[in-house]
Nanobody, 128 residues
Framework: QVQLVESGGGLVQAGGSLRLSCAASGRTISRYAMAWFRQGPGKEREFVAGHRWTGGSTYYAWYVDSVKGRFTISRNNAKSTIYLQMNSLKPEDTAVYYC??????????????????WGQGTQVTVSS
């Protein structure tokens, strides 16, 4: 079992930045594919960014089009922590953000059903 705990959410003005963190425990996640999803008011949960091991010390990231160039996903395996740096935030980024883990480390997964473990979420609110 893997436990995931998100932090770093909050209220920010449009154009501002936040960095979300997801601390993992229970198992080593260095070879897990990790992702961030979000769920806005009245909306379905959607994929935001993913990060997977591709061999050696190399990782690959993929993003939903709406956040490309603004958000960056990264990880620190020594701290078992995943990050989502969010810049140039927009009101439409307002959502609960969830961290998720795919124990099989599969490539470029964007469906919620591809992920085995989930955090409890952290609220991000962007005011206009």
């Amino acid at each position: 079992q893997v436990q995931l705990v998100e932090s770093g959410g909050g209220l920010v003005q449009a154009g501002g930045s936040l960095r979300l963190s997801c601390a993992a425990s229970g198992r080593t996640i260095s070879r897990y594919a990790m992702a961030w999803f979000r769920q806005g008011p009245g909306k379905e949960r959607e994929f935001v960014a993913g990060h997977r091991w591709t061999g050696g010390s190399t990782y690959y990231a993929w993003y939903v089009d709406s956040v490309k160039g603004r958000f960056t996903i990264s990880r620190n395996n020594a701290k078992s922590t995943i990050y989502l740096q969010m810049n140039s935030l927009k009101p439409e980024d307002t959502a609960v953000y969830y961290c998720a883990a795919d124990q099989w480390g599969r490539e470029s997964q964007v469906a919620t059903t591809s992920y085995d473990y989930w955090g409890q979420g952290t609220q991000v609110t962007v005011s206009s």
